[in-house]
């Protein structure tokens, strides 16, 4: 059965920090591109990072450049989002995905593989 469980979210205050975790199984997870989504209450879901099969490319929104790092650990099954200098409009449900592409994409396009999300808000 596969999937694709995330876990790190909660309650920061604004300039703090969280590491979400996406724990894979079920498929080989060392050949597929994975990515975090999120998706806040009344707004359309946007691709936040996304790292490739290798590890060799990584993208990032702009709202998030220099703030997240994304890596994966393919030992371990699993990917991670370090989430520094959080502020409000951070708050929303992440989500990680993955797709089996080489590369990755910030576009939902083709990733086939969704976890049920984990909550992040970022409030004083």
């Known amino acids: 059965q596969v999937q694709l469980v995330e876990s790190g979210g909660g309650l920061v205050q604004p300039g703090g920090s969280l590491r979400l975790s996406c724990a894979a199984s079920?498929?080989?997870?060392?050949?597929?591109?994975i990515a975090w989504f999120r998706q806040a209450p009344g707004k359309e879901r946007e691709g936040v990072s996304c790292?490739?099969?290798?590890?060799?490319?990584?993208e990032y929104a702009d709202s998030v450049q220099g703030r997240f790092l994304i890596s994966r650990d393919n030992a371990k099954n699993t990917g991670y989002l370090q989430m520094n200098n959080l502020q409000p409009e951070d708050t929303a449900v992440y989500y990680c995905?993955?797709?089996?592409?080489?590369?990755?994409?910030?576009?939902?396009?083709?990733?086939?593989?969704w976890g049920q999300g984990t909550q992040v808000t970022v409030s004083s």
């Open positions: 079920g498929f080989s997870f060392d050949f597929y591109a």
């Open positions: 790292i490739s099969r290798s590890t060799g490319g990584t």
């Open positions: 995905a993955a797709r089996g592409y080489y590369y990755c994409s910030l576009k939902g396009d083709n990733y086939v593989y």
